[in-house]
């Protein structure tokens, strides 16, 4: 490895003594009634930092007082397309680049999370201790332990988390659940979702210095130092195990989550994956092909996941979808509205999307509304469905790592006698950047 530079020393010694804020002193906020104004704060301001950002200012009632993110480009970005969406005479958002700045705000009411994943559930923590309330993308955490601390920071200091899952906040979507749990297509015993795409290969990186106005230090954050490479940011990130998840945590949560939700299951009693990396040969560690069986003793998910060949297993136009089979018809949910089919395959009724009823907005206004009312239980994904669903994408890359069958217990939500997969359950941490509740 090269000799560390003068700048990498001084960013390392500035992420080490930040780590010492992990654990910020929790402030009483003031109360938000009804009708009031909420002062949010945007952390990570990549593609869907952008669009949380421009969705909040554009709502009624908001105003993004910050746009966090440690590469200083992408800050800057950021607060002008935010101007752009809010309302004439709103203060414009300041760029930050720590986002535990914003936490010492006490107008600060709610932080909204488009990090990378390694940093969704040490981050909202933070926030939900210093009083904020919290959206975080999807995947809620980058290992299941991660998951278990997200939703007691809720519990203990009684915030609003919601989970990016924002089809849950589609009408639509909605209307297609409640026929499914209302028998229009009989007993549903089987759900299959899918993901696909057409990515290319990430190449083989070099090591290199991060570019200029990237705090590199502080992207890593709660991960053990690495060197930066050329093809790490500013997405590649998601296909190596250290910060992302893969396509199933990337994309394939939205599709387990409605299927979880439909079929009316949460834990699986065992999950088995198959798949690899088999297009090209390059830096990317996690799977490009992958097919995951989820067993709940009397139901079966399975989810396919191709992120290198762009046809989907049924008729949808965005690579994504999810299917339920029943006793008299099939269910296919497409990216915001669905379509139902006789035995014989014949088409009875497409339902298209509602206006205005699908994307962020919907989503977010969810959110800012149980945040007025004080009430988690308004939300449509409050942060307990966002970690079951989560946990079920990190079961499947536990068993595709370790390469065998995983056994768990539905009442626990934990693997059960499995020593290798169970090292997995949690992840090797920075010191002093453990997340704790």
Sequence with gaps: MPTPTRRALLQSAAASTAAALLAPHVRAQPAVGTGERI???????????????????ALPGVVVKYVCDVDEKRAAGAAAATAKKAP??????????????????????????????????????????????VYVEKPCSHNPREGELIVAAARKYNRCIQHGTQRRSWSKIIEAVDRLKSGAIGAV?????????????????????????????????PAPEKEFH??????????????????CGNNGVHGLDLARWGLGVDCPRTVTSAGGRYYFEDDQETPDTQTVAFDYGDKLLTWEGKSCHPRGPEATSDGFGVAFYGESATLVMD??????????????????????????????????????????????????????????????????????????????????????AKKLWSREYRPGWEPKV
């Design 39 to 57: 002062v949010v704060a945007v952390v990570g301001t990549g593609g869907r930092g952008i669009a949380h950002a421009t969705a909040l200012a």
């Design 88 to 133: 004439a005479n709103t203060p414009p958002a300041q760029p930050l680049n720590d986002f535990r700045k914003a936490l010492e705000d006490n107008e600060i009411s709610a932080i909204s999370i488009a990090t990378p994943n390694h940093w969704h559930a040490p981050a909202a923590i933070l926030a939900a201790a210093a009083g904020k309330h």
């Design 189 to 221: 015993r089987q759900a299959r979702c899918w993901y696909s795409n057409s990515r290319k290969s990430i190449g083989k990186g070099k090591a290199s210095p991060p570019p200029a106005g990237l705090d590199w230090a502080l992207w890593q954050g």
């Design 230 to 247: 050329d093809n790490y940011v500013p997405y590649n990130w998601h296909w190596f195990w250290r910060w992302g998840n893969g396509e």
């Design 335 to 420: 990216s915001a509205g669905y379509t139902t089919y006789d035995l014989k395959n014949k088409q009875i009724a497409a339902v298209k999307p509602e206006a205005g009823q699908s994307g962020d907005a919907v989503h977010f206004q969810n959110f800012l509304d149980a945040v007025r009312a004080g009430d988690p239980k308004k939300l449509n994904a409050e942060i307990e469905q966002g970690a079951a669903s989560t946990l079920l994408c990190h079961l499947a890359n536990i068993a595709q790592r370790t390469g065998h069958t995983l056994h768990v217990d539905p009442a626990t939500k934990q693997i059960t006698g499995d020593e290798e």
